[in-house]
């Protein structure tokens, strides 16, 4: 790794310029290495619940049903907490009373066929941070 | 001149690219969602099946592209030899939910008991 001088060649006498890239070479490279591992564990998850094929011997909990607290997210992205249109900020409160007034922590969740995967995802976010202990998504669509 | 540690670099990124390049090319580009209440990391659990699916309705399992009947017989075969292997879904937020249910719905009949998202985490105060 020593510096050359151009000693060998050349003209006598005379340094020629040289730079020394291994090391600036390999301080990206480690850089490099550092970001590719840190990156993945940036990632962070939220786990859903599927409700299992005994469960799913039941018919699934519909919006209607008195005991069941089923959260929907339409096309336009509103949010219902069974038949009812909530607005994002109340939505949190809402849902802690509603879940407290039907003794339950689960929450079964749907999403309009053409509703974006973003506006599900921050719905099922909302829920949880309104009390929902256990999403169980419901896999066939919901009664309209 | 010593040509050793040169070597060495190029070396090294040509073993870099190697790795890289193949993560990169089959999974498409995927815009994860944002959410604030995220689970705590999964510590010692192992490493889960990965799952894709692209805005326009490409699924992709462990990075191979599937069409919707191999892709059963695929995670029926997961399932199977690693009973205990969980699995995570990377969707894109702008995808439609239609074509996630129905991802759902098939993990749901192999018999998966559930299924990570994965999600960027935002903290309070930020917006997407």
């Not at chain 1, 919006?63 to 939505?91: H, M, Q, W, Y």
């Not at chain 2, 209440?37 to 992709?60: C, S």
Request: aromatic share 6%.
């Amino acid at each position: 790794m020593g510096m050359d001088f151009g000693s060998s060649g050349g003209k006598p006498g005379r340094a020629q310029p040289s730079m020394n890239v291994t090391p600036l070479v390999d301080v990206v490279l480690v850089l490099l290495i550092i970001f590719m591992v840190v990156t993945p564990l940036l990632a962070k998850q939220f786990w859903i619940h599927l409700p299992n094929k005994v469960e799913k011997e039941e018919p699934p909990p519909s919006p209607d049903d008195d005991t069941a607290v089923v959260v929907s997210v339409t096309k336009e992205g509103d949010i219902l907490i069974n038949r009812e249109k909530v607005a994002d900020a109340e939505f949190s409160a809402k849902l802690k009373r509603v879940l407290a007034a039907k003794r339950q922590r689960t929450v079964f969740f749907d999403a309009d066929e053409e509703a974006e995967f973003g506006n599900a995802v921050k719905a099922m976010d909302l829920a949880r941070g309104g009390g929902a202990d256990t999403i169980a998504v419901v896999t066939q669509p919901l009664p309209r | 001149m010593n040509v050793t540690p040169l070597v060495d670099v190029v070396l090294v990124l040509l073993i870099i690219f190697m790795v890289v390049i193949p993560a990169m090319e089959k999974s498409a580009q995927i815009e994860l969602p944002g959410i604030f209440n995220v689970d705590e990391d999964p510590k010692g659990k192992t490493d889960p099946w990965t799952l894709a699916l692209t805005t326009d309705g490409r699924m992709f399992f462990e990075q191979e592209e599937l069409d919707q009947d191999n892709f059963r017989t695929k995670l029926n075969d997961a399932l199977v030899r690693e009973p205990a292997r969980r699995l995570i879904l990377r969707a894109d937020r702008n995808a439609h939910y239609g074509k996630v249910r129905k991802l759902f719905a098939i993990c749901q009949e192999i018999g998966f008991p559930g299924i990570s998202l994965r999600v960027n985490e935002l903290k309070d105060g930020k917006k997407q």
